[in-house]
């Protein structure tokens, strides 16, 4: 007897579906019987306009496999395309059961070059368009639990090593992934209540914003397993997106090739009280102290 797909009968949404990770996602949710909202606003890498369509090239290409998948071009960074994006996974298929939040774009600066447009422009798209989407579909699933009908649905956020630990040149980026991580943890403290588990992701994987990164980076000989391919990435996605994933929300996962880590997020270290107000050099030779039994911390990407 064949094994039930993972996901059979599920409604997925993956926002920035249209290349790399994104695709790799819908994909793979469509491959366990999931059945497929391709969201892509068809820009290019700095999220100026560009070529149109990756959105329906992706759901025809599912279609194609034999499973059923729509486009939606909308710009899930404002209200009316995150509303619409939630809208068409429900009068498309009826329900709504997982939203990945993928897209997004760079704009890498040093600080001292950073212009305010490039940081609005990137914040815009990870922070803000992953809080509206969520922010829509958890209406949605508050308003089906508040009627009796208490959804399994799941939120898969992406978050970045750069965001976990910083990266030189990507302070913008660092920033709003930083902000994703604590955007997870606060969503899924809320949602749980409602049947809604969330979690996030910080993948390491070639695609348009890391081909220069791991361009190199190509299957190992003899074993023809490419570590940097973002299909790897996936198989993690579709399980948190999956019901089998019951009781694991506000999570952190690094994955990368094979590799999959628990990221254990700020917690108290060494710690000192006086019971009273410090002067300044009590207050510098208590830090000292404390750091000296602290563990070092992980380094910059991209620094010395």
């Not at 790799?24 to 497929?36: K, T």
Request: charged share 20%; aromatic share 4%.
């Amino acid at each position: 007897m064949s094994e039930r797909p993972l996901c059979e009968g599920r409604v997925v949404v993956v926002t920035g579906a249209g290349r790399g990770l994104g695709r790799a996602h819908a994909l793979a949710f469509a491959a366990e019987g999931a059945r497929i909202v391709v969201n892509d606003l068809g820009v290019g890498l700095d999220g100026t306009p560009g070529e149109r369509g990756p959105a329906a090239l992706v759901a025809e290409e599912i279609r194609t496999a034999g499973g059923e998948a729509v486009a939606h071009g909308g710009d899930i960074a404002t209200a009316e395309g995150a509303a619409s994006l939630v809208r068409t996974a429900l009068e498309t298929y009826g329900r709504l059961d997982t939203l990945v939040n993928n897209a997004g774009f760079l704009r890498d600066r040093m600080l001292v070059n950073l212009d305010e447009d490039d940081w609005d422009a990137v914040m815009r798209v990870h922070l803000k368009g992953h809080f509206l989407p969520l922010k829509h579909a958890a209406a949605h699933w508050r308003t089906e639990a508040k009627a009796g009908r208490t959804p399994s649905a799941r939120v898969v956020n992406t978050s970045s090593g750069a965001g976990l630990l910083g990266s030189v040149g990507q302070g913008n980026y660092s920033a709003a992934k930083a902000g994703i991580v604590g955007l997870t943890l606060v969503a899924a403290a809320e949602l749980g209540r409602y049947g809604v588990q969330v979690n996030a992701i910080a993948p390491a994987a070639r695609t348009r914003m890391t081909e220069g990164t791991f361009a190199e980076t190509m299957a190992a000989p003899g074993t023809g397993f490419d570590a940097m391919a973002p299909e790897n990435v996936s198989p993690l996605v579709v399980w948190l997106g999956s019901a089998a994933g019951a009781g694991v929300t506000g999570r952190v996962f690094e994955t990368e090739g094979g590799r999959i880590t628990v990221m254990e997020g700020w917690r108290p270290g060494p710690s000192a009280d006086k019971g009273a107000r410090r002067t300044p050099a009590e207050a510098g030779e208590t830090v000292l102290k404390l750091l000296a039994a602290a563990e070092a911390p992980g380094a910059v990407y991209g620094a010395g």
